[in-house]
């Protein structure tokens, strides 16, 4: 089964899709991982703030 339709480079078997050892590299450092987990919680407090806005605006027209 030859790989060139998904842009590997001819050749490339299993063995090359499943070798870890070329990830080693890309490891994050500290700053890294915190902004990866303070990318979550940012998207929830805009959410939060959002649905709070939406809200008290709906209840303010009803009144």
């Known amino acids: 089964m030859e790989f060139d339709n998904v842009g590997l ?3 490339a078997g299993v063995e ?5 050892s070329s990830l080693a590299g ?4 500290v700053y890294g991982w ?6 979550p919680l ?5 959410a939060m703030l959002m649905a709070r806005f939406t809200v008290i605006s709906a209840l ?4």
């Open 9 to 11: 480079r001819y050749g």
């Open 16 to 20: 090359a899709l499943t070798d870890l």
């Open 26 to 29: 890309l490891a994050f450092p």
């Open 34 to 39: 915190i902004i990866l987990a303070l990318i």
């Open 42 to 46: 940012a998207v929830t407090a805009l």
């Open 60 to 63: 303010k027209k009803m009144l």
